[in-house]
């Protein structure tokens, strides 16, 4: 038996802190109303555009793979759990192996919206045990602030940006992930949405007037979705791991709103203290925001080794999910050596100069004689030929679209 265990953590949020008092300046809102219905009190923003969602993951992840001493080199894959990528495609996942210079990792990213973070670590999870990869990071960034309509108050008091990252690593030791349960209802996909921008709605000056490339959300009917299988997933999902509820020390839940924590928890019969909530300091930063709280939770003493931890998540889609883990992983205790240190130091530009060498290697390429004409990757003649004439079409039909019937 293969066993997954995090070895490694990391978080980074932006400085920017916008307060309630700062909204009630934006839109007709009041702190009493937010704190009242959400418990956020303040929420940090990537007013910086330096603090993207692959710089702000590369710092958490810097810090992981630290912690663990690991090398970037040694990487099998990167997960990127976003719905705020940089662009639709290339991947976040790439940009941020390209930064770590993680020279034999595969990458992708995950779109799951709040619940993507437990989705990449079921996903990490599989590779190791099945053997395919022996380390995994697996990192959660959102900068939601740079999709939310900062005049919709339904919305823009909710969300903060930030990433977390964790570690994982292949043991036969038993231990680490023990157990995952993944779930979706595609039927409330209009509940939470970002409508345009995609393939379905493509960027106009009609979207664009209309806001919508931005977050748009059924507040309520979300609520009610979210307090319901919250619950069901921590049961399940302990039961999978062949433990009771009493056996679960700490329950780390996405960190959306505060009473669809204390509702879904207290329907359970789990105490406050073996709930950990930090989203009045951050608000609702998606798939970073359970890594986030783990870091939190961890650096408070609130996790000790052979804890059994749930993490449970939902979010758009309409998606949930969640994992039950025995932590493993006593807490660093040794200073690090300059030699460590240095090494540490020269990660970075390490990684540039990489990226910058493969650049300029992709470019000489091209001009060495007899090679001239040639990509690295795809020989120029195929490229050149005049594409065969594509068979006539008529336009799809609406029972041949995705959805529809038949
Ligand atoms: N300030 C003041 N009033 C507000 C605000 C605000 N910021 N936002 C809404 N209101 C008003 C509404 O307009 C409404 O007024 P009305 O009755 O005159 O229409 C009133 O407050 C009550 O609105 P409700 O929607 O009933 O308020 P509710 O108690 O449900 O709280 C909230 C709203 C906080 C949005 C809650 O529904 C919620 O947290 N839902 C879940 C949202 C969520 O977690 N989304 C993220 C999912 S994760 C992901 O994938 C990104």
Redesign the pocket.
């Given at each position: 038996m293969r066993y997954a265990h995090i070895i490694g953590w990391g978080k980074y949020v932006p400085e920017r802190v916008l307060t309630n008092a700062d909204l009630e300046k934006m839109?007709?809102?009041?702190d009493e109303?937010?704190r009242t219905?959400?418990g956020i009190r303040e929420r940090r923003i990537a007013a910086n555009p330096e603090d993207t969602t692959a710089t702000m993951a590369v710092r958490a992840a810097r810090k992981a793979l630290n912690m663990a001493g690991v090398q970037p080199g040694q990487l099998d894959l990167i997960i990127v759990a976003t719905?705020s990528p940089e662009h639709i495609f290339p991947a976040t996942a790439c940009l941020v192996q390209n930064a770590l210079g993680a020279s034999k990792a595969g990458a992708f990213d995950l779109s799951a919206?709040?619940s993507g973070f437990v989705y990449a670590l079921a996903m990490a999870h599989a590779v190791i045990a099945s053997g395919q990869a022996e380390y995994v990071l697996v990192i959660g960034s959102e900068t939601l602030s740079r999709i939310t309509d900062w005049k919709d108050?339904?919305t823009c008091?909710?969300f903060g940006d930030g990433a977390g990252a964790l570690l994982l690593r292949a043991s036969d030791q038993p231990g680490g992930i023990l157990s995952t349960v993944l779930g979706s209802d595609g039927s409330g996909g209009d509940l939470?949405i970002v409508p345009a921008g995609g393939s379905r709605l493509p960027t106009s000056p009609e979207t664009v007037a209309q806001g919508m490339h931005y977050i748009k959300?059924d507040?309520?009917e979300?609520?009610r979705f979210?307090t319901r299988v919250m619950a069901k997933a921590t049961q399940e999902v302990v039961a999978k791991a062949g433990l009771k509820l009493q056996d679960v020390n700490l329950v780390i839940p996405?960190q959306?709103?505060e009473?669809?924590i204390h509702s879904s928890m207290s329907a359970l019969k789990m105490t406050p203290e073996k709930v950990f909530i930090n989203l009045d300091r951050y608000g609702?930063t998606?798939a970073a925001s359970i890594p986030i709280a783990l870091c939190e939770a961890i650096e408070t003493g609130r996790v000790r080794p052979n804890d059994n931890l749930v993490f449970v998540g939902?979010?758009?889609g309409l998606t949930w999910a969640a994992a039950a883990v025995k932590w493993g992983v006593p807490p660093p205790a040794k200073p690090l050596s300059w030699w460590r240190r240095l090494q540490i130091a020269l990660q970075g530009p390490w990684a540039s100069l990489r990226s910058w060498m493969l650049r300029l290697g992709r470019r000489l390429y091209a001009l060495i004689p007899g090679y001239a004409g040639e990509s690295l990757y795809l020989p120029i003649s195929r490229t050149r030929e005049s594409p065969p004439a594509a068979p006539a079409r008529s336009a799809p039909s609406e029972e041949t679209q995705p959805g529809g019937e038949g």
């Open positions: 839109v007709n809102t009041s109303w937010i219905r959400t719905s919206a709040c108050r339904n008091v909710l939470l959300m507040g309520r979300v609520f979210a996405h959306a709103n009473r669809i609702n998606s939902f979010g758009a």
